[in-house]
């Protein structure tokens, strides 16, 4: 009730100062787990900071129903992302906890804010043009849709799509590589993987010839070729079986069970090859989590990943971008009400996805639908410095550390074509293992010609490849601790953010427990 009485104070406040700038030593836009740990970093410090968030709920996937926690090696993850999983652990009575219910996590990370005196400003979302003003280098103020303005000595991008970053006039990118451009062998259009793949023919055409839902027209693309496609976006389902707390899985609007007819095919065809029906855990992916929930992500050839649907969004306006969020809600009811409602769907599969359903005590103010989409990349920053293949596989230590990142290079499908042959496929799923590896506080930079006073922790200058290992919530939130206290040390040598002493950077993160080693043997 503190909270949300503080919010209201603070969404009353911003009213009235319409059109007048409040001046912040750090302004940090998006409050996504990366973004509440760089907030919560640079406060800690003494400085007096404001997070703006352009929804109505802080931490981003970390509370929206990612819960089963993207970890790797969880002797890698140190600092304040480690301090939250130990705060949850408290919550939960136990040492740490890694795979916490969604509402739990967001009350781990209001504390933090509190604590650390942060201003925290929900439904702040920057204006779509002319949101951010400059002069040459230095970003003066960003201005909301709202009416309220913002000064700063240092602003941070912090969001998962890089709005703030793009309108300051920064170099970025979206989509893939292709293999040459950065001698990235794992780069641009994938050979078929052996993951998330249709592994005996499913045919792409209806009766009439015409390609079926769900199944891109475009030809794949040549292998090792860049595109500007995009790995698919889903949303991280947190269901029960407790029938005092589930909610019926909802028929969306308009459904019709023939957008999922290729799905009802594979499940024939898996019957028909394997003598028996799919379980549950061969076309979704269940993780248990606390308190007796789940958080189902995708699996398989025809799951919860929306393929080919998210291209569009890393550069599409806002309403563009909230019609493709509302495509995803509406596939995703679709899927469930159809693996739990049809009779060509196996009852023994049906009867065993019919078991769960939506948590009622979870996203209270959303009709128990997680907050947010899962944005697994959007816009990549393009500085001076781009972290690629190298430097999470033979280049692993840098000069500039500010933590370590373990997680396989892990993309998802990027599209459904036709083959020659006619059958639906999958590609750009990408799981390849990487040994522990260092991250350079330089990702994290714009071009100085280009911005002096911006940080950038989410959307950080990578490649695709490299970007699909770095992409996970803990070291979003290795990242943002890194960015909190580098924001401090610019303001207080006066300095550009790329002009810090990183040394003492990276020996200051060590004094806060960061992880910059790691033992093999460990």
Not at 450 to 455: D, F, I, K, V
Not at 478 to 487: K, P
Not at 493 to 499: E, G, H, I, L, P
């Amino acid at each position: 009730m503190r909270w949300l009485s503080c919010v209201l104070i603070c969404l009353l406040w911003g009213a009235t100062l319409y059109g007048q700038a409040r001046t912040f030593d750090v302004v940090v836009y998006g409050g996504t787990g990366g973004g509440v740990i760089s907030a919560v970093s640079a406060a800690r410090e003494g400085l007096k900071v404001a997070l703006l968030e352009p929804g109505r709920h802080l931490g981003g996937m970390v509370t929206g129903g990612l819960s089963a926690t993207d970890h790797g090696r969880k002797e890698t993850v140190g600092g304040y992302s480690l301090e939250f999983y130990e705060r949850l652990g408290r919550h939960y009575g136990r040492e740490i906890e890694w795979y916490p219910e969604p509402h739990v996590a967001e009350k781990i990370f209001q504390e933090m804010v509190q604590e650390a005196k942060v201003t925290v400003l929900l439904q702040h979302r920057l204006k779509e043009r002319d949101g951010v003003g400059k002069k040459g280098t230095r970003i003066t103020e960003i201005r909301m849709e709202n009416g309220s303005a913002f000064q700063a000595e240092i602003f941070l991008d912090a969001s998962y799509e890089g709005d703030l970053m793009a309108q300051a006039g920064v170099s970025y990118t979206w989509g893939r590589e292709g293999v040459s451009q950065y001698n990235e062998s794992l780069a641009g259009v994938r050979p078929k993987d052996r993951n998330h793949q249709f592994d005996f023919p499913v045919s792409a055409y209806d009766e009439n010839g015409k390609v079926l839902p769900e199944i891109q027209n475009e030809p794949r693309g040549e292998l090792g070729a860049g595109d500007k496609k995009v790995q698919a976006y889903n949303f991280r389902m947190i269901l029960t079986k407790d029938p005092n707390n589930k909610v019926p899985f909802p028929k969306p609007p308009d459904y019709d069970a023939k957008r999922y007819e290729l799905l009802g095919r594979f499940l024939a065809e898996f019957v028909k090859q394997n003598g028996r029906p799919p379980r549950a855990g061969e076309i979704l992916f269940p993780r248990d989590i606390a308190n007796h929930k789940w958080d189902f992500n995708n699996r398989g050839p025809f799951s919860t990943d929306y393929i080919g649907k998210s291209w569009e969004y890393p550069e599409a306006g806002y309403r563009r971008r909230a019609e493709i969020w509302r495509a995803h809600i509406d596939y995703t009811k679709g899927l469930f009400y159809f693996l739990t409602h049809e009779p060509r769907v196996p009852k023994p599969l049906r009867d065993e996805i019919g078991e769960f359903g939506l948590a009622r005590d979870e996203f209270r103010d959303n009709d128990n639908w997680p907050y947010q989409l899962y944005i697994r990349e959007a816009r990549r920053m393009a500085g001076d410095f781009v972290m690629t293949q190298k430097d999470i596989q033979t280049e692993l230590v840098k000069r500039d550390v500010i933590g370590m990142g373990s997680y396989n290079s892990d993309s998802h499908n990027v599209q459904r074509y036709v083959t020659e042959e006619g059958n639906a496929q999958n590609e750009g799923n990408m799981e390849v293992p990487v040994t522990p590896y260092q991250i350079p506080y330089r990702v994290l930079l714009p071009k100085k010609s280009q911005a002096t006073n911006l940080l950038v922790p989410v959307c950080f200058s990578a490649s695709h490849v490299t970007y699909s290992t770095l992409r996970m919530e803990p070291v979003y939130m290795i990242i943002g601790q890194a960015a909190g206290l580098a924001a401090k040390m610019a303001v207080d040598k006066r300095v550009a953010v790329q002009d810090i002493d990183t040394a003492a950077l990276t020996a200051r993160l060590r004094g806060q427990r960061a992880v910059m080693e790691w033992n093999r043997n460990q």
